[in-house]
C-alpha cells in the first residue's frame, strides 16, 4: 500500500513563503505522475500543480502560476511544492495526490494515491 505524507504546512503572512514536501512511500510505486490540490472549507477541490514522473513536465493552476513552482526527487520519491507570495486566497488544506496518469487536474476525485493534508494559512 502506497503511503503519502505531505509536511512543510504553516501559517504565514500575506506575500510569505512556504515549501511543502511529500514523500511517497511504501509498496510497490509506480507512478507517472505527483501533484497537489487544496481544498478550503466550504469549497470543492482544487488542482494546484503536477509534475511528470518520467519527463518533468509540469502543469499549474491559473491562479497560482508564476508563484508556486512544482519539483521532484526521484531518487527519494519526493515531490516539493515552493510557493512564493502567498496570498489569503492561497489558505486551504493542501493534499499530495500520485497517479497512473498526468492530467489529475480532470478527475482528482479519482486519483490512485492521496495524502492526508497539511494545512497551509495566510493572513492579510
Known amino acids: 500500500q502506497v503511503r503519502l505524507t505531505e509536511s512543510g504546512g504553516g501559517s504565514v503572512q500575506a506575500g510569505g513563503s512556504l515549501r511543502l514536501s511529500c514523500v511517497a512511500s511504501?509498496?510497490?510505486?509506480?507512478?507517472?505522475?505527483m501533484g497537489w490540490y487544496r481544498q478550503a472549507p466550504g469549497k470543492e477541490r482544487e488542482f494546484v500543480a503536477v509534475?511528470?514522473?518520467?519527463?518533468?513536465?509540469?502543469h499549474y493552476a491559473d491562479s497560482v502560476k508564476g508563484r508556486f513552482a512544482i519539483s521532484r526527487d526521484s531518487a527519494k520519491n519526493t515531490v516539493y511544492l515552493q510557493m512564493e507570495n502567498l496570498k489569503p486566497e492561497d489558505t486551504a488544506v493542501y493534499y499530495c495526490?500520485?497517479?497512473?496518469?498526468?492530467?489529475?487536474?480532470?478527475?482528482?476525485?479519482?486519483?490512485?494515491?492521496r495524502g492526508q493534508g497539511t494545512q497551509v494559512t495566510v493572513s492579510s
Open positions: 509534475i511528470s514522473w518520467t519527463d518533468d513536465r509540469t
Open positions: 495526490a500520485a497517479d497512473s496518469g498526468f492530467k489529475i487536474w480532470d478527475y482528482l476525485d479519482y486519483v490512485d494515491y
Open positions: 511504501g509498496g510497490t510505486f509506480s507512478t507517472a505522475a
